[in-house]
């Protein structure tokens, strides 16, 4: 499979995922957590939701400008997905704290991947 189609197919599978987190914190959570724990999981959801979208574009982008930058801005992505999203995720359903440790980690991993992508769309590759 392609880069291009795998961060597409990713991307749509990660906005989905988005949209179904989404529903869960709104209808199955929102009576099991407190406030500021059901503020978390909806974070997580909207940037899943932000960076699915961000993943498409990159997919565009590897499709137009082949080359390392586009490819290596579809993974920052996932990898922001993952790490951010994912440590969101479970410290609202209560995991220990220090968790919250990696959660940056994952916010790197998405602005790398922003400016990685722009600058694939600079200098065309």
Not at 9 to 26: D, E, N, Q, S, T
Not at 45 to 65: E, K, N, P, V
Request: charged share 10%; aromatic share 14%; glycine share 14%.
């Amino acid at each position: 499979m392609t880069a291009e189609r795998l961060f597409f197919v990713a991307g749509a599978v990660l906005g989905l995922l988005a949209v179904a987190f989404g529903a869960l914190g709104a209808h199955a959570l929102e009576a099991r957590l407190v406030p500021e724990r059901l503020a978390t999981w909806e974070l997580g959801a909207r940037y899943q939701m932000y960076h699915a979208l961000a993943l498409i574009a990159a997919a565009w982008a590897t499709g137009r400008w082949p080359g390392t930058a586009s490819t290596l801005a579809g993974w920052l992505f996932i990898l922001g997905v993952l790490v951010f999203c994912g440590t969101l995720y479970a410290l609202a359903l209560g995991s220990p704290r220090w968790l919250g440790a990696l959660t940056p980690i994952g916010g790197v991993a998405f602005l790398a991947g922003w400016a990685v992508l722009g600058w694939s769309a600079f200098r065309g590759a």
